[in-house]
């Protein structure tokens, strides 16, 4: 196939893709690829940090540490781990049974507080940023999302907090102190979607900013506790500190240290510190 001699001399930018975003050619040098003919792009469709999540996902190479990670895709341990997966299965068995015990005097009590559905649900990033619903006890109003743009952010980069914020009802207040509101959370965590332990789960959004550092803590499940929830809970705003503590406990994974933060969660939670 004939081609222009500005596309062979075309500079290299990448590993086996050239791109000439003036004519719109592309050329994927490699073994397998040599003998394709060119295919033509749009260069008009092109945007800079247009990036999908899996795209950024797939380029986030720094490892923390190689003793915690597989050979295959690089995939922490605690994934794989079965009697991790055991533990979450009878806790959240547990946990929704305490659950089902609370939940009509609850519901009776939040929707007299606050006319409107008793749960709440909104779209999280998982492992590998995997999208699933989260579910909560709704501790705000009705309209909460459509205020979110009045409450100022107390928080520093890609998290949202605001310890008083208005939007918070009453019964909400109490929910959040002794943490009731993540109960619906333990089905998350039987469904797989979530862990008893692992990182703050992120909205898309937030994900969205993440550069790849940031993304190093989509590496395990998300979990209804971790390290933020035992050493900072709602105290912990500075958004480098979270990171910093869910790559931390990507290093210190057992499932021994597990089950301490379990145990030392329910501490946290009984003292209600750091609670909103």
């Given amino acids: ?38 295919m033509l792009i749009n260069p ?34 605690s994934i794989n781990s079965k009697l991790k997966r055991l533990i979450d299965i009878i806790g959240a068995l547990v946990g929704l049974m ?25 779209t999280r990033c998982g492992f590998n940023g ?10 705000m109003t009705v309209d909460a999302e459509r205020k979110q743009h009045l409450v100022k952010n107390h928080a520093d980069g890609f998290i949202f907090k605001n310890p008083e914020d208005p939007r918070i009802t009453r019964v909400g207040k109490f929910l959040r102190s002794t943490s009731l509101d993540e109960f619906p959370q333990f089905w998350n965590v039987l469904t797989g979607d979530m862990s008893l332990v692992g990182t703050r789960p992120p909205t898309p959004n937030e994900v969205s ?34 990171v910093a503590m869910d790559l931390d406990y990507q290093k210190k994974w057992t499932v021994w240290y597990d089950l301490y933060l379990i145990f030392k969660t329910v501490e946290v939670v009984i003292k209600r510190e750091g609670a909103c």
């Avoid at 995997?130 to 501790?139: A, D, E, L, N």
């Fill in 1 to 38: 196939m004939f081609l222009p001699n500005f596309v062979k001399k075309a500079k290299k930018v990448s590993y086996n893709t050239y791109i000439l975003l003036k004519i719109g050619y592309y050329n994927l040098n490699s073994k397998n690829n040599q003998d394709k003919p060119m």
């Fill in 44 to 77: 008009r469709k092109i945007k800079k940090s247009s990036l999908k999540l899996e795209d950024k996902l797939s380029n986030t190479k720094k490892i923390l540490n190689n003793n915690h990670y597989t050979e295959s895709n690089r995939v922490h341990r």
């Fill in 98 to 122: 305490i659950t089902a015990i609370i939940f009509i005097p609850l519901a009776i009590w939040i929707y007299k507080d606050n006319p409107g559905p008793i749960f709440y649900s909104q």
């Fill in 130 to 139: 995997k999208k699933f619903t989260i579910w909560k006890f709704r501790s």
């Fill in 209 to 242: 900013k993440y550069n790849d550092y940031h993304l190093l803590r989509l590496k395990v499940k998300p979990g209804l506790t971790g390290e933020w929830q035992v050493k900072g809970r709602s105290k912990c705003l500075d958004f480098n500190q979270v």
